[in-house]
């Protein structure tokens, strides 16, 4: 574990929590990931709230990482790699404002940075759309409930697991593999 004063967070949204927080508590230099809400006008929401779609809150986490192993460029290609960011307001099955792309900038750095990376990836022409990824300031983050935490690693079997998240996770593994934790 490194220490809190070389650490640095990064706050994102592309789709359910429980798929990014499968993927980014694998790699290197990533300390800690914790799902949450963001980006809305209810303090400290449920998920039931959230999930209604009028919050204005989307699902993200938030990872604390050591830009020393992991920078915060690097966190966003894995981020872009894992969802769909040319789709407004949904990933797959799931849809509403809840599951949008969104990338929550802790600083002005981290905004120029994102700014960077996607400006890049457009001119890239990986997708046939144009990236409606939301690049806001973060406001609030507010922990999800405790059964959300950690939700793949202890609910692996369950059904939304094994035909969403494994298939990303496999598909990150696989691309990635340099970057994952021994």
Not at 2 to 9: I, K, P
Not at 20 to 40: D, I, R
Not at 55 to 75: K, S
Request: aromatic letters at 10%; proline letters at 5%.
């Amino acid at each position: 574990m490194v220490s809190a004063e070389r650490c640095e967070v990064a706050t994102l949204g592309g789709g359910c929590f429980w798929c990014l927080e499968a993927v980014f508590e694998q790699l290197q230099g990533v300390n800690a990931v914790v799902s949450g809400y963001s980006g809305g006008e209810v303090p400290n929401p449920s998920y039931k709230q959230v999930c209604r779609g009028n919050t204005g809150h989307a699902e993200v986490v938030q990872v604390t990482f050591d830009p020393e192993v992991i920078t915060y460029g690097q966190l966003l290609e894995v981020f872009f790699d894992i969802h769909d960011p040319t789709t407004l307001n949904r990933q797959g099955a799931d849809v509403g404002p809840q599951y949008r792309s969104v990338i929550f900038y802790h600083d002005e750095g981290q905004r120029e940075t994102a700014a960077e990376v996607m400006e890049d990836l457009e001119e890239e022409g990986r997708w046939e759309d144009p990236i409606v990824t939301e690049l806001a300031p973060l406001e609030a983050f507010y922990e999800a409930e405790g059964y959300h935490q950690a939700y793949y690693r202890e609910n692996a079997t369950q059904p939304y697991c094994r035909v969403v998240i494994s298939p990303k996770v496999a598909k990150f593994r696989k691309k990635h593999e340099d970057r994952l934790k021994n």
